[in-house]
T-cell receptor, first 118, second 110 residues
Framework: GAVVSQHPSWVICKSGTSVKIECRSL??????MFWYRQFPKQSLMLMAT?????????EQGVEKDKFLINHASLTLSTLTVTSAHPEDSSFYIC??????????????FGPGTRLLVL | GQNIDQPTEMTATEGAIVQINCTYQ??????LFWYQQHAGEAPTFLSY????GLEEKGRFSSFLSRSKGYSYLLLKELQMKDSASYLC???????????FGTGTRLQVFP
């Protein structure tokens, strides 16, 4: 249980285009999903919290108009990188909360999406 | 503020034991997580500690001391496949937003 998928797994695009990344919880419902970004040899940085049926909440320094988040259902959240530029090239990872072993809520991560903007 | 510190890199030999330390400063405490992340992959959950003491799960154990703001991940009988980054994380305040340390890159040699 507690499987999270992401699509696509990697994408290469030209500067100025928009890229949509999907995050799905496959075997559980997730009212909250999280989007992270990870640059090479660095740790995960939380970008935003995606809430089903309401607006996402963004971390300080993350442009909400550039990183559009939609949480359309209890199993799907999407992140759209609008007008992508080379500095947006990164590893984007989503996570969703689910009950783990022992009954505590744990965040389970998707496999990540590697974005390269040329 | 909130801060999580862990060593950047460690090396060890196959079959040995290694301890990866993590110190944290958080506003409020709602548990501490350890994740394993292989290069180019997403993190996978290893452990969650909310009470003091050692919790063992097979070859991996995790320890927590809330009074000292300190945790460690203990890996026994190291295998080559254990070469990965190990991330220490804690919820920010009373939220469910995880703050990650920089990660400790462990390299296991034969």
């Amino acid at each position: 249980g507690a499987v999270v998928s992401q699509h696509p797994s990697w994408v290469i695009c030209k500067s100025g285009t928009s890229v949509k990344i999907e995050c799905r919880s496959l075997d559980f419902q997730a009212t909250t999903m999280f989007w992270y970004r990870q640059f090479p040899k660095q740790s995960l940085m939380l970008m935003a919290t995606s809430n089903e049926g309401s607006k996402a909440t963004y971390e300080q320094g993350v442009e909400k108009d550039k990183f559009l988040i939609n949480h359309a259902s209890l199993t799907l959240s999407t992140l759209t990188v609008t007008s992508a530029h080379p500095e947006d090239s990164s590893f984007y990872i989503c996570s969703a909360r689910a009950l783990g072993g022992g009954g505590q809520e744990t965040q389970y991560f998707g496999p990540g999406t590697r974005l390269l903007v040329l | 503020g909130q801060n999580i510190d862990q060593p950047t890199e460690m090396t060890a030999t196959e079959g040995a034991i290694v301890q990866i330390n993590c110190t944290y400063q958080t506003s409020g405490f709602n548990g501490l997580f350890w994740y394993q992340q292989h290069a180019g992959e997403a993190p996978t959950f290893l452990s969650y500690n909310v009470l003091d003491g050692l919790e063992e799960k097979g070859r991996f154990s995790s320890f927590l001391s809330r009074s000292k703001g300190y945790s460690y991940l203990l890996l026994k009988e190291l295998q080559m496949k254990d070469s990965a980054s190990y991330l220490c994380a804690a919820p920010r305040g009373n939220t469910d937003k995880l703050i990650f340390g920089t990660g400790t890159r462990l390299q296991v040699f034969p």
